[in-house]
């Protein structure tokens, strides 16, 4: 299941590389996005309705130099990422990685959130919290439950005052609940439609290194036999490892 989700996923995104080249997709870049920054700071939070200004908003196909994030409350549109298309809908969360490629359209009733922030204002200083950032960036979309969306947007909305008020020590303030987005974002993105399902830390770190696997070799290594030998797994335990995570076999 997993294997053959990722090989139509590479197929339809060889299809699209043909047609555009990397070179033409324009890079932006946070310090001319958001010229009215402090760019020590090297982070912005806006409300995704000042952004609109009561119009709808189409960003054609570019990618970025920075994070970012997008968790949206209300509203219609679409976001393609890494040319995987997505249909947005109520409770939506989106984080990207510097690099990604996206394409973006957002109706002029939106609410919620963006955050868009250099890799050099957030450096985990641990490696938990770095294995953290990892899993959360890892994940390019996830749709919530209200409730547990909630609490993300409460977050964004205690950094989001903190960004404009500017009291003492307030990008160390931003800097830790960042940290605790994450976590939030990793433990309810797990499960986002029923229970989060309890697994070992190990499962979760066999799991993310299938799909790092997954992604350098997909287009030779198409059976899952290869990709336990590569793990020192055998099939068994890979399966097992699968199912135990994200309720799939590794086919």
């Not at 547990?148 to 931003?174: A, P």
């Amino acid at each position: 299941m997993i294997i053959s989700m990722y090989l139509k996923r590479k197929r339809y995104q060889k299809y699209l590389l043909a047609t555009i080249k990397m070179k033409d997709i324009p890079i932006r870049k946070i310090k001319a996005s958001q010229k009215e920054l402090n760019f020590s700071e090297e982070i912005s939070i806006r409300l995704v309705q000042d952004l609109l200004g009561g119009k709808d908003l189409v960003h054609e196909l570019h990618r970025h130099d920075f994070f970012f994030i997008l968790a949206l409350q209300k509203g219609q549109g679409v976001h393609e990422i890494d040319f995987i298309k997505y249909d947005i809908y109520d409770n939506a969360v989106f984080i990207l990685r510097p690099g990604q490629v996206h394409r973006l359209e957002l109706q002029k009733d939106f609410t919620g959130y963006l955050m868009e922030f250099a890799p050099a204002f957030y450096q985990p200083n641990n490696n938990v919290s770095n294995h953290r950032l990892t899993r959360a960036t890892k994940k390019d979309f996830c749709e919530m439950e209200a409730a547990r969306h909630s609490k993300l947007i409460s977050l964004l909305s205690f950094i989001y005052n903190e960004f404009n008020e500017k009291q003492e020590g307030y990008l160390e303030v931003i800097k830790a609940n960042l940290e605790i987005f994450f976590i939030e974002f990793i433990r309810q993105s797990k499960s986002p439609h029923g229970a989060l399902k309890e697994t070992s830390a190990y499962s979760q770190e066999r799991l993310e290194d299938f799909l790092e696997l997954l992604r350098i070799h997909i287009t030779t290594h198409k059976q899952v036999s290869e990709y336990a030998d590569l793990l020192i797994l055998s099939t068994y335990q890979l399966n097992a490892i699968t199912k135990a995570t994200v309720d799939k076999p590794a086919s």
